[in-house]
């Protein structure tokens, strides 16, 4: 399995029922939690075509089988002047996890960030979720000195 054999591109409305099946995956792996399909399915549906919601990639085969997305969305730092470009979801199909082709993902994102001058990409992970961490600090990314509380209503 070689990286160049794989690209990454924005994510479109075709990829809906794809990536729905990744978020529900996601969210099983990450949280041992089920979600409605039909509430995911509306949430990526209005992320795939309000940018102002979220912003998807895909990362692809050469025969165009889709493998893995990330979505961003961005929130203003007025302490910054820019948005910091939080990744909301992240994944990888089991069998191409590993190889570095996450990076491929991270470098699609990376590269639109820069031109759009966001200050920085973030992402939070579950602090039980050991393999994810060490593939994120393995990424480049590193531990900030905040928590995330929340707040039902």
Known sequence: MNRKDFHARRGTPSDLE???SF???????????ARPQELIREGV?????DDSVALYWVLEKEDSEIIGNLSVVKEWSNWNAGY???????????????????GK????VKEVARQEGAV???LYVHIGNERAI????????SDLDYRIMTMPI
């Open 120 to 122: 920085d990409l973030r």
């Open 84 to 102: 910091y470009w939080w990744i909301q979801s992240m994944f990888l199909l089991p069998g191409y996890r590993g190889k570095g082709l996450m």
């Open 45 to 49: 549906r209005v992320g795939l075509t």
């Open 134 to 141: 060490k593939a994120y600090r393995k990424s480049g990314f």
């Open 105 to 108: 993902l991270l470098e699609a």
């Open 18 to 20: 794809k990536l729905v």
């Open 23 to 33: 978020a529900i995956a996601e969210a099983e792996e990450a949280e041992k939690t």
